[in-house]
């Protein structure tokens, strides 16, 4: 059996060599991963930088994919049940991480004029899964008046109550045709014109252009287009990151584990619990002070560099 997985996936590599001894497992990097490299493979554990369909499936053995992440608008899913490879994604796995993400964000917007006003600001939460019923926690106990919007859920108000309410908006949904700038010019159109709009959900929720043209203040961690991301969004955000909101340990722990439990079962493999593997590569503390600042001062620096920045971003715990 031979597993290709991106080399950026933490613990499954160490974590296979140690228990499964028998089984060949490739680490490479994203740009790596093509039809030759898995051409021979069994499994396939991606990140969102691999694009998972037909022009690299076709011909291979693979019959598990795993992306170790919550969104999968990157794997053909379609794809791959019609020809019978499994497929799976880890939701909720960085819930947490991208609602800490959330936190300090609010925290490092508290000069703006919304945080000034005689009453506590509203915040408009669209998206009310693993990620979303944490932001609305976190907003709840730091005094945020909270409003949710959630229609398939049946949670919670329109969008354009939302939008004609609230002082911050987050969007916290995965990205189909459905969400696909979800924040448009005419959801704008409706929002108070200080509004913060927050996107760490994936890149394409939120029309770029359509926030350049109104002025609202924004904060962006996923990006249309990443890693090739428009200079003039990233000059003009009040905050940017390189899609790393859900970059913790313990979420990729979460993943990794998720993707591990895939594949003993699917192969009759022994369970393997990584809960007491280390992590080997650098971190630093949710608590560091001003680390979103920090990050967004990097990539603003050096707006060329995003996949570069991502791939050395140290994991935070704590």
Known sequence: MTIVIDSHIPFIVEAVRSEWPNVDICPMESEEIDVSAVRNADVLIVRTRTRVDESLLAGSRVRLVCTATIGFDHIDTAYCELHGIQWLSCPGCNAQAVCDYIEEALKESASLPIFHSSQ??????????????KVAAMAERNGYE??????????????????????????????????????????LTKCKSDALIINAARGGVVDEKALLAFGHPFILDTWEGEPNIDPQVLDHALLASMHIAGYSVEGKRNASQTCLDAMAQTFGLSAIDISHYSYQGSTQKNSSE???????????????????LRKVYPLREG
């Open 120 to 133: 506590s600001p509203t915040i408009g939460i669209v998206g009310v899964g693993h990620v979303g019923s």
């Open 146 to 187: 909270v409003l949710l919007n959630d229609p398939p859920k049946n949670i919670g108000v329109s969008l354009d109550f939302i939008a004609q309410k609230c002082d911050i908006i987050t969007f916290h949904v995965p990205l189909d045709t459905s969400t696909y700038h979800l924040c448009d010019a005419a959801f």
């Open 290 to 308: 001003r680390w979103l600042a920090t990050v967004s001062s990097q990539l603003k620096a050096a707006p060329t560099a995003f996949e570069a």
